[in-house]
């Protein structure tokens, strides 16, 4: 059996849980699976991974069609495979036209979903509608679409009512948990800005609505004056964004000592000293499907606070691995929180019990620790997985 797993993001180009998600699963799959990788970037040296750059006459159009481009030749490529998976909107079409074109099935992970994040409208422009477009035909026509939660599995039966929910199948994402585990290294902390003898909230995300920034920044004001925020942040949406962001953290710098912007993407093991050394990890997010970086934060053994949307309550159990925090939201699709003010408080409120109670915070960042490793190895990931493919070419 061949599978073609076709991405945007494979190593070492990688910004988001996505890519994570699939460079896990492919090095797990191919411990008794023939898999292709067919991914978007520059040349890679790894066996059977082929890269596949931008037509040179599509370099300066919009992101949606030379996303297209780079898919016309990834669907041709697929020929010869027995099944095709694609990972997020930027395949699917590669996937869906290597379904039509070869007659092999198409399986979709679905790791976000356009009509769920409008505010990408501020990035495409008009290409949202053709990554939406792009999405909707990849769904519809899947022969199975695999959710990484059984809430992200409703938000695809909610986006996409014709699909047939026996083609919609949980399966959810994974932690290595030898690679993510403490480190405990209080110089490796120091050095990045951060004083690991006092109380510190880590977040770690892309600069993007759907992580809920702002509204981490604005309950850090309320946060006890000896407790330091220390933000992981970086790859901006768009330039806007980024302004907004930019002077929230210059506001509360002014106001509070600790606060420690660290832009640039750091090494797994830096990555590792800070949550390990962290009070606590906070996931705001108005959006997200499972979050695989809760996962690593848990596995490094630092107590989730997170937001109660999508898949973040199947992965952080509430007063046992860390804190839901409440997230009354519109039904616009757009995720904003209706009360927002008291979102901020009840999040603020949250992450202030862990700081000021070290010994429950240590108690659940152990349990979340445990957690990780028991229910979320990639080795059964990657046998639920495969037994997915063999299941479509009976």
Same mark, same amino acid.
């Given at each position: ?111 976000? +979903? ?9 990035? *495409?422009?008009?290409?949202? %509608?053709?990554?939406? @477009? =792009? !999405? #909707? ?103 806007? +964004? ?9 506001? *509360?710098?002014?106001?509070? %000592?600790?606060?420690? @912007? =660290? !832009? #640039? ?130």
């Amino acid at each position: 059996m061949r599978i073609d797993v076709l991405t945007k993001e494979y190593p070492p180009e990688i910004y988001g849980g996505a890519g994570v998600h699939v460079a896990e699963l492919v090095r797990a799959l191919r411990a008794t699976t023939d898999v292709y990788v067919r991914a978007f970037g520059s040349q890679r040296d790894e066996p059977h991974t082929y890269s596949y750059g931008v037509p040179s006459d599509l370099a300066d159009a919009n992101p949606s069609l030379t996303t297209l481009g780079v898919d016309l030749r990834m669907a041709q490529d697929a020929g010869g495979a027995d099944v095709v998976h694609s990972h997020t909107w930027y395949a699917n079409g590669a996937g869906h036209l290597a379904q039509m074109l070869h007659g092999i099935p198409h399986v979709v992970t679905a790791h976000s +979903l356009e009509p769920l994040r409008p505010w990408k409208a501020e990035q *495409l422009g008009g290409g949202y %509608r053709v990554s939406s @477009w =792009i !999405e #909707r035909g990849a769904y519809e026509s899947a022969d199975a679409v695999i959710s990484v939660s059984n809430g992200m599995r409703a938000d695809i039966l909610r986006s996409y009512p014709s699909l047939d929910p026996a083609r919609v199948h949980t399966i959810y994402n994974g932690i290595d948990s030898t690679d993510w585990a403490p480190l405990a290294d209080p110089q490796r902390v120091r050095d990045l800005g951060v004083d690991p003898d006092r109380p510190s909230v880590v977040f770690v995300g892309r600069i993007t609505r759907q992580k809920g920034l702002p509204y981490l920044l604005r309950a850090a004001r309320l946060l006890p004056e000896h407790a330091q925020l220390v933000l992981c942040a970086g790859a901006p949406d768009t330039p806007e +964004l980024m302004a907004e962001v930019t002077e929230l953290v210059r506001e *509360l710098q002014q106001t509070r %000592r600790g606060v420690v @912007w =660290i !832009e #640039r993407h750091l090494p797994k093991d830096d990555l590792r000293a800070l949550l390990t050394s962290a009070t606590t990890f906070v996931c705001p997010s108005i959006y997200e499907p499972l979050g695989i970086v809760n996962l690593e934060a848990m596995a490094c053994g630092a107590p989730v606070v997170g937001s109660d949307t999508g898949g973040i309550p199947e992965v952080v159990v509430h007063d046992e691995t860390g804190l839901i925090v409440p997230l009354p939201q519109s039904d616009d699709g757009s995720g904003t929180p209706t009360h927002p003010d008291e979102y901020v408080r009840d999040l603020a409120a949250a992450l202030t019990r862990l700081i000021e109670q070290p010994e429950l915070a240590r108690r659940l960042g152990e349990q979340g620790r445990r957690r990780a490793v028991e229910q979320f190895s990639w080795t059964a990931i990657a046998t639920q997985t495969r037994e997915l493919y063999s299941s479509l070419l009976r």
